[in-house]
C-alpha cells in the first residue's frame, strides 16, 4: 500500500510539471505568437539534456559518492582505532608473545615514522605469509578470558555499528575474537584442559592472530598518513616490539 501511494505521488507531481509547462508554453504563444521561437527554446533545451544527464549521473554522483566513501571510511578508521586501543593491541601483545617465530619478523614490524606507503605494503607481504603459530602454553587461558569477557560488550557494540557493512576482514576479525570469547567462557576449568582441548583453542586462537596482524599494519598506515600524533604513540606502543614503552625519551 505505502508502494502504491509513492508511485501515484510521483505520478501526479510528474503530470503536474508538464501541465504546468504546457500552460507556460501557451502563456508565451498568447503573448508573443512566435511559435518559431519557442520551438528553437524547446529543441535547444532538449537536445542539452542528454548532456545534463551525463554531467550529473557521471559526474557530480560520482564525486559526491566519492567524497561519502571518504566519509565513511574515516569513521570506519574510527572504529577501527577505538577497537585496538581497547582490547585489540592488548591482544596483539599476548598472542605475538606466544609466537615461536616472531624473533624472525620483528625486526621488520618497528615501524618508524619515516616509513614509506612501499614500507607499509613490504610488511603486509610479510605478514600474509607469516604462518601466525601459537605456542598454546605461553598463553596465560584464564587471563585471556578474563579480558574477553570485560570486553565484551563494547565489542557487541562494535559490531552493531552500520559502518562495518563496508569492512568485511574487520567484521570477521570481531566475529572471531566473538567466537574465542565463547569457546573461552564456556570452560569453568580452563587451568586443567585436555591436550586435544588446548589443541582446538590454539587454532581459535591462531585464527584470531591471523586477522589481527593484517588489521594492525592497515590501521598504522592509515595512522601514519593521516594523524602522526596517533602515530607516534602507536609506534612507542608496537606489540611487535618487546622493548616497547609510550614513555618518550
Known amino acids: 500500500m505505502k508502494l502504491s501511494r509513492f508511485f501515484n505521488w510521483q505520478i501526479a507531481l510528474a ?8 500552460i507556460l508554453y501557451f502563456i508565451h504563444y498568447a503573448v508573443f505568437h512566435d511559435p518559431h521561437h519557442i520551438f528553437i527554446y524547446m529543441v535547444g533545451d532538449i537536445a542539452f539534456v542528454p548532456i545534463e544527464v551525463l ?6 554522483h560520482r564525486m559526491l559518492s566519492h567524497r561519502e566513501k571518504r566519509a565513511l571510511l574515516e569513521k570506519l578508521n574510527m572504529v577501527i ?4 586501543s581497547d ?15 616472531l624473533d624472525e619478523i620483528k625486526g621488520q614490524l618497528i615501524c618508524s615514522a619515516d616509513w614509506s606507503d612501499r614500507e607499509f605494503s613490504d610488511a603486509s607481504r610479510l605478514l600474509k605469509r607469516h604462518n601466525c603459530d601459537i605456542d598454546i602454553e605461553k598463553v596465560d587461558l584464564k587471563s585471556l ?16 555499528n552500520p559502518t562495518l557493512l563496508e569492512h568485511d576482514t574487520f567484521t570477521h576479525l570481531l566475529q572471531a575474537v566473538f567466537h574465542l570469547t565463547e569457546e573461552l567462557s564456556s570452560r569453568d576449568d ?17 585464527r584470531v592472530y591471523s586477522l589481527l596482524v593484517s588489521e594492525w599494519i ?17 609506534m ?3 606489540p611487535f616490539d618487546q622493548s616497547a614503552s609510550p614513555v618518550v625519551r
Open 145 to 160: 578470558r578474563d579480558l574477553l569477557i570485560e570486553k565484551r560488550e563494547g565489542l557487541m557494540r562494535l559490531l552493531e
Open 15 to 22: 503530470l503536474a510539471l508538464i501541465v504546468t509547462s504546457v
Open 55 to 60: 554531467m550529473v549521473t557521471l559526474i557530480v
Open 81 to 84: 582505532g577505538v577497537f585496538f
Open 218 to 234: 592497515a590501521y598504522m598506515k592509515h595512522l601514519k598518513n593521516n594523524y602522526p600524533y596517533l602515530f607516534s604513540l602507536a
Open 87 to 101: 582490547v585489540g593491541a592488548g591482544l596483539l601483545t599476548v598472542f605475538s608473545d606466544s609466537d615461536p617465530g
Open 190 to 206: 580452563i587451568d586443567n584442559l585436555p591436550d586435544s582441548d588446548r589443541a582446538h583453542l590454539a587454532g581459535d586462537v591462531r
Open 236 to 238: 612507542r606502543t608496537n
